[in-house]
């Protein structure tokens, strides 16, 4: 399985946008984003089941991750967007052997092509 991400684009500082991204039943679901030249780094992570979350630091309070079972989907709302934030954004699944809380990109796969986001000032 590989993951669709969408809704990434152009904002400028201080502003929101809703990625969005096919899900499968897994045991939770995660966006990453990697800025170029850098590693994939952690932002959110949901439970499939029961819709626990934990985030980064860095995005605590100004994203939201969600999940809708109706449609297969996990959601990241994004508010407040700073510079920082500009990067590829993907989202993946956790694989069966990892641990809840996970935040290593290791931890996850199924990852697909993913969006950009850009924020400018």
């Known amino acids: 399985v590989q993951l669709q991400a969408s809704g990434g684009g152009l904002v400028q500082a201080g502003g929101s946008l809703r990625l969005s991204c096919t899900a499968f039943?897994?045991?939770?679901m995660a966006w990453f984003r990697q800025a170029p030249g850098k590693e994939r780094e952690f932002v959110a992570a949901?439970?499939?089941?029961?819709?626990?979350?934990y985030y980064a630091d860095s995005v605590k309070d100004r994203f939201t991750i969600s999940r809708d079972k109706a449609t297969t989907r996990i959601n990241l709302q994004m508010n407040s967007l700073k510079l920082e934030d500009t990067a590829v954004y993907y989202c993946g699944g956790l694989r069966t052997t990892a641990t809840w809380g996970s935040k290593s990109s290791s931890d996850f796969d199924s990852w697909g092509q993913g969006t950009q986001v850009t924020v400018s000032s």
């Open positions: 949901i439970s499939w089941r029961d819709g626990r979350r």
């Open positions: 039943a897994t045991i939770g």
